[in-house]
C-alpha cells in the first residue's frame, strides 16, 4: 500500500454561515446531533487506512485542537500514525499567516519533506461525505496521474461557487481533466470539484514553489489550472452522497438529510466516529422522555430532555425541550434550552442558547433564523423566520417584543 | 495529607440476579441504559478525588475488566493515580482461590502494606448510589476509629439481607445483627467500610476470617472501636430482580433521587470496541415514545412507555415495550409486544411474538425466590421466534435458540434452558 499523507484545509471562517463561524472554525461546527464537522473527513480517513494527518488551521485554532486530540478519536495515535494541527507560524522576516490554501501547504512543505510520502491527499474539512480515499489513490496511480481531483455532479443552483471541470469519459469512474474554471459566473461543465486532491509530490512541491512567487495562492484558482494544461490532471466521479454545508440554509437541507425512514446520510454504515471525550458529549446520561413528550422523525443524543413536542428536528447532548414546548424542522446545539410552551421552527440555536417560555423564534415558511451562542431571548419575545441573534446575546439586550424578518440583534 | 487507599471487591456472584450473572460478575451487569453497577461506586471514587484503587475480582471477570480498561474513564489513569485490577493469584499451593472478602484482600496485603496510606476503604462494587466519601473518613478520623461502617436505614422487612446496628450518642455501634428477620434497628450496613490501615493489616496476619460481614466486623466490635455512619441519600442495594428493576425505573422518576449526569456518574462507552461512535437515536415519524430512557444508536419505530433502552435497540414499526429494560442491541420486530421484563443483550425478538403478559401471582417454578412479582427475563443473545408467547415470571436463558422451543407458548412461571 502507497504511504499516503493527508493533509486537511481545515482553517478558515465561512462568511455565509454568519454567527455560527463567529466563535469557531467551520471545520468544527456541530452537525448530525452529536458530531463535527471535520469527524467526516477524519472518519474517511480512519476507515481508508490513512493515518498520517497535517491539519491546517489558523482561525481559533483551540477547539480544532481540543476535538482532534491528537487523532485518538480515530486510533491515530501509535509510533507511525498521528493527526497533529498545523497552526501558521510567525517566518524568520515577517508575519506569515496563511493567505490561501496553497499558501497554508507551502508553508508546510518541511513537514511533507520529513515524511516523504508517496502520495500527498489534500482534502477540505468542510463537507459531510462518506468515501474510500483508496478507490481514488487506485484510480490515480492506474491512470498515471500527477493530479486527481474528486469530483460531484453540479448542483443545480449556486453553481458560481464551485470549480467546474470538463471530464473525458475513459471509464465509468472518470478521466482525464481537459478543461478547468473556478468558480465560473454560470454552470460550464458538468462536474463540480470537491476539493478532494491526490498529489504526486514532487508535482505538487513544484507548483507550491512557482506559485509561491504570484499574487495569488489558491488550489482551485491558481494551481490547479495551471497544472491542467502541462501535468496529467484526472477527475474521479465520487458516486455517492455529497452534503454542503457552506451556507446556512446548505447546512440545514444537509442536516436534514440524517431525518426520514431512509435516511441518505447513514450514520451507522458510514462508522463515522467524533471525540467521545470531548466535555460536551462525554458523562451525559440517556436521553429521558417525559410522560407528555411526543417525538416524531428527529435525532436525539444522551444528556436531552425532552417534556414537550419535537418532530423533524436534531437535538445534541444535552438539548431540553420544557413541557408545552413545540420544536418543528429546527437544529439545537450542545445545551440549548426550549422554554415552556416556547415553539420553535425553522430555527439553527447554537450551544447553550436559551429560548424562554412562550417565546415564538422562527416560523414554518420562510428563512431560517439563527441564535448566535450561549445567548438567551427572553420569556414571551417573538422573533419571525429570517431574524439572526449574535451570539452572547443577553435577554436585558430585547428591548422590544417582536422582530421582524431580516434584523439583527445584536 | 495522610492518604486513603480504596479497595472494591468486585468478585459478586449476586446469584439472585439469575441469567443476568450468566456471564459477567453482578458489578458489570449494565444498569440505567448506558451504565453498568460498579460505574456508580467508582464515580463516587473518583468524584471524591482518591487516586489509588484496586478492584479485587474473582467471578467472570472478563466483561469488567474490559469496563475498567485503565481507568481513564474515572480518570483514574496517569503517574500518580492509578486502577489495579487484582485476581486471584496461585500462590504457594495450586489453587488459592478468593475465599472470602477478607481474604481477597488479604492476599493483596501487598497493596495496602504502604506506610503512605493512614486508611483503607473497602467498598463494594454492588450498589446504585451517590456518595462523596470524605464526610465518612473525615468521621472515622475525628473518633479515632478502628473501623467504621457507612449504614443507611431500609424498610423494616428488609432487614433480613443486611447487618443491623444501632448507635449510642457518638455514634459508636453497640449492637449489632447479621442479616436478621426481625432486626431490632432498621439501620443497616451499606457494605462500605473505612479501617485503620494499621488494625486491617494486624487483623488480616494474626486471623484466618475470610469475610468482613461475617467475622472481621463481628470481631472487632468485641476488640475494636466501631462506629456507624449514617448516610442520607439515594442508596440501593439491586440484588434481587425486582429491586433491580425498581432502581432502573427510578431513572424516570423525577423526584427519585437517582441522578446519574447531576451526580457525575461516569461510564467507559469506549469499552464496547466497536469501530464507530453509535450515533444519536433516531425516532421515526411512527414512533410513539413516552417516559422512557433512550440511549445512543437505538432506532424507534414503535411504541415505548415506562421503559429503559440501552444502546443499539431497535424497536420496530407496529411493536410496543412497556414497562421494561430493554439492553444492547436487542431487535423488537415488527408488531411484538413487550411488557414488565427484562431482556439482555442481543436479544431478538421475532414478529409479533409477546413476552411478559400474564398472571403474576404464578411465580417461577424452578426460582420462586428470584422470580415471583411478574417480571420476565431473556437471557444474553436468545431468539424468540416469531408468534411466540412468553408468560410473565419467566426465565429463558441466554442463547436459547428457535429449536429449543418445542411450542409457541412458554407458561407463567416458565423457564427454558437450552
Known sequence: MKNVLAM????????????????????????????????????NLMNSGIERVGILSQYRPFFLMNHV????????????????????????????????????????????????????????????????????????????ADLTIA??????????????????????????????????????????SLTIYVFNPAVLMDALNENAREESH?????????????????????????????????YWRTSMDLLGSRPRIDLKAWQVRTNLAHGEIRDRQPAILGPSAVIENSLIYLGCEVRGKVFRSLLFPGVHVEEGAVVEDSILFFDAVAGREARIARTIADIGVRIGAQARVGGKGGELSVIGMESTVPDGVTIEPGVTVYPNVEASRFARSEYKSGEIIK | MRKVVALLLAGGVGSRLNVLVQYRAKPAVPFGGIYRIIDFTLSNIANSGLTRVAVLTQYKPLSLMDHIG??????????????????????????????????????????????????????SGDHVYSMDYWPLIDFHRGQKAHVTIGMIP???????????????????IVDWQEKAVKARSNLASMGIYVFDRQYLVKTLGKTRDEDFGKQIIPRALKEARVYGY??????????????????????LKADSGLLPEASNIRTNHEAEGLPYDRPPARVSASARAVNSAVSSGCIISGAIENSILSPGVQVEKGASVRDSIIMHDTVIEEGAHIERSIIDKEVLVGKNAAVGHGNAKRANSRFPDHLYSGLTLIGKQAFVPPNTRIGTNCIVYPSVGEKDFSSLKLGDGGTLEK
Open chain 2, 70 to 123: 485503565d481507568g481513564s474513564a474515572w480518570d483514574l489513569a496517569g503517574r500518580t493515580r492509578g486502577i489495579s485490577i487484582l485476581p486471584p493469584k496461585t500462590g504457594e499451593k495450586d489453587w488459592d482461590w478468593y475465599k472470602g472478602t477478607a481474604d481477597a484482600v488479604r492476599q493483596n496485603l501487598g497493596f495496602i502494606s504502604s506506610d503512605q496510606y493512614s486508611d483503607v476503604l473497602v467498598l
Open chain 2, 230 to 251: 449514617p448516610f442520607e441519600g439515594y442508596w440501593r442495594d439491586v440484588g434481587t430482580i425486582q429491586a433491580y428493576w425498581d432502581a432502573n425505573m427510578d431513572l
Open chain 1, 8 to 43: 486537511i484545509l481545515a482553517g478558515g471562517r465561512v462568511d455565509e454561515l454568519d454567527v455560527l463561524t463567529f466563535l469557531r472554525p467551520k471545520s468544527v461546527l456541530p452537525f448530525g446531533a452529536l458530531y463535527r464537522i471535520i469527524d467526516f473527513p477524519m472518519s
Open chain 1, 69 to 144: 486530540a491528537h487523532g485518538q478519536p480515530w486510533d491515530m495515535v501509535g509510533r507511525n500514525r498521528f493527526a497533529v494541527i498545523l497552526p501558521p507560524f510567525k517566518g524568520r522576516e515577517a508575519s506569515d499567516w496563511y493567505k490561501g490554501t496553497a499558501d497554508a501547504v507551502y508553508q508546510n512543505t518541511d513537514f511533507i519533506r520529513m515524511y516523504n510520502p508517496d502520495l500527498v491527499l489534500i482534502l477540505s474539512g468542510d463537507h459531510i461525505y462518506r468515501m474510500d480515499y483508496q478507490d481514488v489513490i487506485n484510480f490515480h496511480i492506474e491512470k498515471k
Open chain 1, 218 to 250: 489558491e488550489f482551485g484558482r491558481n494551481i490547479i489550472p495551471s497544472l491542467v494544461d502541462r501535468a496529467r490532471v484526472y477527475g474521479y466521479k465520487h458516486p455517492g452522497y455529497w452534503g454542503y454545508t457552506r451556507t446556512l440554509e446548505e
Open chain 2, 154 to 172: 431500609v424498610p423494616p422487612e428488609e432487614t433480613r439481607h443486611f447487618g443491623t446496628a444501632t448507635l449510642d450518642g457518638r455514634k459508636r
Open chain 1, 151 to 192: 469530483f460531484t455532479s453540479v448542483p443545480g443552483e449556486g453553481a458560481d461557487r464551485f470549480g467546474q471541470g470538463l471530464i473525458e469519459d475513459e471509464d465509468r469512474r472518470g478521466g482525464r481533466v481537459v478543461r478547468y474554471v473556478e468558480k465560473p459566473r454560470k454552470a460550464l461543465f458538468n462536474w463540480a
